[in-house]
C-alpha cells in the first residue's frame, strides 16, 4: 500500500510544480541576496574611476561600458526582488537620465543594513517605518544643502560648470572638452520659452580620428549617400515623403494582352508620363531636395536629374520625424506637391565627407535652431558608445537645470553630511525605528566608501577623515580623487556638483525600491508553462 505524501496548503492548491517560500529565512533573506548579487556587479563602475564592463546580450552584441542604466537593460535579469531595484533605476534613467548606478547602491546598502536589523529581531515593519521616517527627514534636509544655484541658463560658462561631474564618471579626463561641446549644443536648440526638449541634441557617431576631432552641426547629419546626381543645393525647400519615390502599383494584379510594339510602347509610357507630371508640379513649387522614406526609383531618378532635384533617401522613420521638425516640414503619404506650409526649409543641404564616410548635411545657420547634432569621432566603436552615453547624461542634466537650477556638492560630501545629520536625528526617536534610522544614515557611507574603492585608496581612513570635517561644520567637504591618498577637498571649490533634483528622486527611487523588497513576506511562483524542452535536433533551424 502507497503512502500519500501530504502537500503543504499552497501546493494542494495549485497545479503541480509550485513552489512557495515564505517567512524571513526563505523569503527575505533571499530576496535581500539577489539584490545584493545585482548591486555588487554594478558597484565597481561607479565614480571617474568606475571599471568598465563587458556585456555581451542575447544577440551577441558587444556592449564596453561603466553605464548603469546600459548594462541593466542588456543584462536581462530575471529575479523578480532584483526587477524592483532595477525598475526604480530606470525610473530614475526616464526622471532625470542620470543617477541610475547611484540609486542601485543606495537601495542595495539599505537592505544590507536591514538584513542585520532583522538578523537582531526588529520586525520587517519597523524596519520600513525606521526607512521611510528617515527618508522623509533626508528629502527635507537636501535643500538646506544647496551649495550653488545656476542663474543664466544662456551663460555656456555657467552651464558647463554644471555639466562637468556629469560627464566626467563616464568619460573621466575629457571632461572639459565634452562638457563645453555638449553645453554649445544644448544653448544652440534651447528655445526662447524655456522648453528644452532632449530630442533635439542628436549624436552622429562616425570611425576615425579622435574624440577631440568631434564637432556640431547645426542641423541633422545623415551617414547617408545621394541618390541621384544632384549634391548641393543651397537654399533649400524641402519636399518630405513618409513613401517609396516610385510610381504606385495598382492594388489588384490584372492581365494584360499586348498585340504589337506600338501598344507595349504605350503601355509604358503611361507610368512615364504620369512619374514626369508628378516630379514636374513638385518642382514647380519651388522644391529642390526631396527626402522620401522608402525606395527611389531608377526613372523617378531619371526625372529628379531632369528638374535638378536632390534625392537623399532616409530608411528611419525616426530620422525622418526629426527632419521634419528640424525644418518645419510635413511628411507626405502619397507623391503630391507640397503646399507652401508643408515644405520644409533649410539654408543647405550638401554631400560632404567626414573622415571616409559620406554624409548628408542639412545645414541650419539661424539663431532658433530646432535640432543639433554632434558628430562623434572615436577608434573603436565602444569608445564612441561610452561617448555618446556621457553625451545623453550631459543633455539630460542641462534638461534638469531647465527645471530647478539648485546644485549640491558632490564627491560624497552631501552624502556625508547626510548620514551625520540623520544619524543625530535618529537618537531623538523613542522606539525601535531608532536604529532602523541609525543605519539608513549609514548606508550613504556606500557612496564615498565605493569611490574609495575604485580609486584604490583606504575606504574607512577616508570616511573618518569626512565624518571629522563634517562634524566641524564644513559641509562641502569630499572625496579629492585626484589627491595623495585618501584626501579630502571642498568640492564647491573643486567645482564638483551634483543636480538637486538628480539625487532627490534618487533618494526617493531607492528607498521606496527598499522598502519594497522588504515588504514581501511570500514567494510564490506557479510552475511554468510549456511541456519538456526539446531534444536538441542538428536539422531544426534557430527558432
Given at each position: 500500500?502507497?503512502?500519500?505524501?501530504?502537500?503543504?496548503?499552497?501546493?494542494?492548491?495549485?497545479?503541480?510544480?509550485?513552489?512557495?517560500?515564505?517567512?524571513?529565512?526563505?523569503?527575505?533573506?533571499?530576496?535581500?541576496?539577489?539584490?545584493?548579487?545585482?548591486?555588487?556587479?554594478?558597484?565597481?563602475?561607479?565614480?571617474p574611476n568606475g571599471m568598465n564592463k563587458m556585456v555581451i546580450n542575447h544577440l551577441d552584441k558587444l556592449f564596453v561600458t561603466n553605464d548603469a542604466a546600459t548594462m541593466l537593460r542588456e543584462l536581462e535579469v530575471q529575479h523578480p526582488a532584483a526587477k524592483m531595484l532595477?525598475?526604480?533605476?530606470?525610473?530614475?534613467?526616464?526622471?532625470?537620465?542620470?543617477?541610475?548606478?547611484?540609486?542601485?547602491?543606495?537601495?542595495?546598502?539599505?537592505?544590507?543594513?536591514?538584513?542585520?536589523?532583522?538578523?537582531?529581531?526588529?520586525?520587517?515593519?519597523?524596519?520600513?517605518?525606521?526607512?521611510?521616517?528617515?527618508?522623509?527627514?533626508?528629502?527635507?534636509?537636501?535643500?538646506?544643502?544647496?551649495?550653488?544655484?545656476?542663474?543664466?541658463?544662456?551663460?555656456?560658462?555657467?552651464?558647463?560648470?554644471?555639466?562637468?561631474?556629469?560627464?566626467?564618471?563616464?568619460?573621466?579626463?575629457?571632461?572639459?572638452?565634452?562638457?563645453?561641446?555638449?553645453?554649445?549644443?544644448?544653448?544652440?536648440?534651447?528655445?526662447?520659452?524655456?522648453?528644452?526638449?532632449?530630442?533635439?541634441?542628436?549624436?552622429?557617431?562616425?570611425?576615425?580620428?579622435?574624440?577631440?576631432?568631434?564637432?556640431?552641426?547645426?542641423?541633422?547629419?545623415?551617414?547617408?549617400?545621394?541618390?541621384?546626381?544632384?549634391?548641393?543645393?543651397?537654399?533649400?525647400?524641402?519636399?518630405?515623403?513618409?513613401?517609396?519615390?516610385?510610381?504606385?502599383?495598382?492594388?489588384?494584379?490584372?492581365?494584360?494582352?499586348?498585340?504589337?510594339?506600338?501598344?507595349?510602347?504605350?503601355?509604358?509610357?503611361?507610368?512615364?508620363?504620369?512619374?514626369?507630371?508628378?516630379?514636374?508640379?513638385?518642382?514647380?513649387?519651388?522644391?529642390?531636395?526631396?527626402?522620401?522614406?522608402?525606395?527611389?526609383?531608377?526613372?523617378?531618378?531619371?526625372?529628379?536629374?531632369?528638374?535638378?532635384?536632390?534625392?537623399?533617401?532616409?530608411?528611419?522613420?525616426?530620422?525622418?520625424?526629426?527632419?521634419?521638425?528640424?525644418?518645419?516640414?510635413?511628411?507626405?503619404?502619397?507623391?503630391?506637391?507640397?503646399?507652401?506650409?508643408?515644405?520644409?526649409?533649410?539654408?543647405?543641404?550638401?554631400?560632404?565627407?567626414?573622415?571616409?564616410?559620406?554624409?548628408?548635411?542639412?545645414?541650419?545657420?539661424?539663431?532658433?535652431?530646432?535640432?543639433?547634432?554632434?558628430?562623434?569621432?572615436?577608434?573603436?566603436?565602444?569608445?564612441?558608445?561610452?561617448?555618446?552615453?556621457?553625451?545623453?547624461?550631459?543633455?539630460?542634466?542641462?534638461?534638469?537645470?531647465?527645471?530647478d537650477g539648485r546644485m549640491l556638492s558632490g564627491a560624497g560630501a552631501v552624502e556625508m553630511e547626510l548620514a551625520q545629520r540623520i544619524a543625530s536625528y535618529g537618537q531623538t526617536v523613542p522606539g525601535l525605528e531608532q536604529y532602523a534610522i541609525k543605519k539608513y544614515a549609514?548606508?550613504?557611507?556606500?557612496?564615498?566608501?565605493?569611490?574609495?574603492?575604485?580609486?584604490?585608496?583606504?575606504?574607512?581612513?577616508?570616511?573618518?577623515?569626512?565624518?571629522?570635517?563634517?562634524?566641524?561644520?564644513?559641509?562641502?567637504?569630499?572625496?579629492?580623487?585626484?589627491?595623495?591618498?585618501?584626501?579630502?577637498?571642498?568640492?564647491?571649490?573643486?567645482?564638483?556638483?551634483?543636480?538637486?533634483?538628480?539625487?532627490?528622486?534618487?533618494?526617493?527611487?531607492?528607498?521606496?525600491?527598499?522598502?519594497?523588497?522588504?515588504?514581501?513576506?511570500?514567494?510564490?511562483?506557479?510552475?511554468?508553462?510549456?511541456g519538456p524542452k526539446p531534444k536538441t535536433n542538428p536539422d531544426w533551424d534557430e527558432d
Amino acid at each position: 500500500m502507497a503512502l500519500s505524501v501530504p502537500k503543504s496548503m499552497i501546493q494542494s492548491m495549485m497545479k503541480d510544480g509550485a513552489k512557495s517560500f515564505r517567512g524571513l529565512e526563505e523569503a527575505v533573506y533571499r530576496n535581500i541576496e539577489a539584490c545584493r548579487q545585482l548591486t555588487k556587479i554594478l558597484q565597481s563602475s561607479y565614480g571617474p574611476n568606475g571599471m568598465n564592463k563587458m556585456v555581451i546580450n542575447h544577440l551577441d552584441k558587444l556592449f564596453v561600458t561603466n553605464d548603469a542604466a546600459t548594462m541593466l537593460r542588456e543584462l536581462e535579469v530575471q529575479h523578480p526582488a532584483a526587477k524592483m531595484l532595477l525598475f526604480a533605476s530606470q525610473m530614475q534613467e526616464q526622471e532625470m537620465g542620470d543617477g541610475t548606478n547611484w540609486v542601485l547602491m543606495f537601495a542595495g546598502a539599505l537592505l544590507n543594513s536591514a538584513e542585520e536589523l532583522l538578523k537582531m529581531g526588529l520586525s520587517p515593519a519597523e524596519v520600513i517605518e525606521g526607512y521611510d521616517m528617515a527618508c522623509n527627514k533626508a528629502l527635507e534636509i537636501l535643500p538646506e544643502l544647496v551649495s550653488y544655484t545656476v542663474k543664466d541658463l544662456r551663460d555656456a560658462k555657467e552651464v558647463a560648470k554644471a555639466m562637468r561631474p556629469v560627464v566626467a564618471s563616464k568619460q573621466y579626463g575629457n571632461e572639459e572638452f565634452l562638457s563645453e561641446l555638449i553645453t554649445k549644443a544644448c544653448l544652440s536648440v534651447y528655445p526662447a520659452n524655456g522648453q528644452f526638449n532632449v530630442d533635439n541634441v542628436r549624436v552622429q557617431k562616425i570611425m576615425g580620428s579622435g574624440i577631440y576631432s568631434s564637432d556640431i552641426v547645426n542641423g541633422m547629419v545623415f551617414k547617408r549617400f545621394v541618390e541621384g546626381d544632384v549634391t548641393k543645393v543651397t537654399d533649400a525647400k524641402i519636399c518630405v515623403l513618409s513613401c517609396p519615390l516610385d510610381s504606385m502599383t495598382t492594388e489588384t494584379k490584372g492581365t494584360v494582352l499586348i498585340k504589337n510594339s506600338e501598344e507595349l510602347m504605350n503601355f509604358s509610357k503611361g507610368e512615364e508620363d504620369l512619374l514626369d507630371s508628378q516630379i514636374k508640379a513638385i518642382a514647380e513649387t519651388g522644391c529642390n531636395v526631396i527626402v522620401t522614406g522608402g525606395k527611389a526609383a531608377d526613372m523617378a531618378l531619371h526625372f529628379c536629374n531632369k528638374y535638378k532635384i536632390m534625392v537623399v533617401r532616409l530608411m528611419s522613420k525616426f530620422d525622418l520625424r526629426r527632419l521634419c521638425r528640424a525644418t518645419q516640414a510635413t511628411a507626405l503619404p502619397r507623391i503630391t506637391p507640397p503646399t507652401p506650409e508643408e515644405a520644409g526649409k533649410c539654408d543647405s543641404v550638401a554631400l560632404a565627407e567626414i573622415g571616409d564616410t559620406p554624409v548628408v548635411i542639412f545645414k541650419q545657420d539661424r539663431e532658433d535652431n530646432a535640432v543639433a547634432t554632434i558628430v562623434i569621432r572615436g577608434s573603436t566603436t565602444n569608445i564612441m558608445d561610452d561617448i555618446e552615453r556621457a553625451v545623453d547624461d550631459g543633455v539630460n542634466c542641462f534638461k534638469a537645470l531647465t527645471r530647478d537650477g539648485r546644485m549640491l556638492s558632490g564627491a560624497g560630501a552631501v552624502e556625508m553630511e547626510l548620514a551625520q545629520r540623520i544619524a543625530s536625528y535618529g537618537q531623538t526617536v523613542p522606539g525601535l525605528e531608532q536604529y532602523a534610522i541609525k543605519k539608513y544614515a549609514e548606508a550613504f557611507e556606500i557612496v564615498p566608501r565605493t569611490m574609495a574603492e575604485n580609486a584604490g585608496v583606504k575606504a574607512t581612513e577616508l570616511i573618518s577623515n569626512l565624518y571629522a570635517a563634517h562634524n566641524n561644520g564644513e559641509k562641502n567637504i569630499g572625496f579629492n580623487i585626484e589627491g595623495e591618498g585618501s584626501a579630502t577637498q571642498d568640492s564647491l571649490e573643486a567645482g564638483v556638483l551634483d543636480a538637486f533634483l538628480v539625487k532627490y528622486w534618487a533618494i526617493k527611487f531607492s528607498s521606496n525600491a527598499a522598502s519594497t523588497v522588504l515588504r514581501v513576506d511570500q514567494i510564490i511562483m506557479a510552475k511554468q508553462a510549456g511541456g519538456p524542452k526539446p531534444k536538441t535536433n542538428p536539422d531544426w533551424d534557430e527558432d
